[in-house]
């Protein structure tokens, strides 16, 4: 950082930079816009996030982020609690509940096993996930983990796992996107998509 920032813009752009995708060049830019435009931009931003971290909760529940708890969905009476999706993270809960299709509840991991990075089954929430689905409301256990190695083995870990429990456990499908180009897929894709076809 040049002499001439001072240690506040310094430190701005520092945390920014810690931001998923954003590293010290997107850091610094993002402190530019903001300090360009402190009356429309800043202090909105400085206001939101000073009440996000006074009021946003984990939802005792599921593991999701709200300013209630339970979370909303979690205290939706109109939503299938027999149906339970499985999620890595809170932005996987986002994703699920943009589209719209999916009217069950969630349960947040809170991350996937990973030896490398010593994530074993007692950091994740799945004593907690064992629970929800023994209590006997659960019908149905939806695995909507990330198709990579540490999202396959923790889906494989689960799976094991719930089999004691005799509720149904089912993956997201994978394949062919709607408006993919088979030219454009890469080969695992494609071979997944092959292994997941059904009658048309």
């Known amino acids: 950082m040049a002499a001439s920032a001072g240690p506040e813009i310094e ?13 010290p060049r997107s850091g610094r830019r993002a402190a530019l816009a903001l300090l360009k435009k402190r009356d429309t931009l800043l202090a909105p931003l400085a206001s939101a996030m000073a009440d996000a971290q006074a009021k946003v909760k984990t ?4 593991g999701s982020l709200d300013t ?10 109109t939503r299938d609690g027999r149906l339970l999706c499985v999620v890595e993270e809170v932005g996987s809960v986002w994703a699920m509940e943009r589209g719209g299709s999916f009217k069950g509840r969630y349960h947040v991991l809170g991350g996937l096993l990973s030896a490398l990075d010593g994530v074993g089954p007692e950091t994740l929430r799945v004593g907690e996930l064992l629970a929800r689905v023994s209590s006997g409301e659960v019908a149905e256990v939806i695995l909507a983990l990330p198709a990579t190695v540490d999202g396959q083995t ?26 993919g180009d088979l030219d454009w897929l890469d080969d695992g894709t494609i071979a997944q998509a092959l292994r997941a076809r ?3």
């Open 154 to 179: 923790t889906a494989h870990y689960l799976a094991d796992r719930l089999a004691r429990t005799n509720v149904p456990v089912t993956m997201l499908a994978r394949g062919v996107p709607v408006g």
């Open 68 to 77: 209630t708890d339970p979370c909303a969905v979690c205290s939706d009476a």
């Open 59 to 62: 939802c005792s529940t599921c």
């Open 198 to 200: 059904r009658p048309a």
């Open 11 to 23: 430190r701005l752009i520092a945390l920014l930079s810690k931001l998923p995708g954003l590293g």
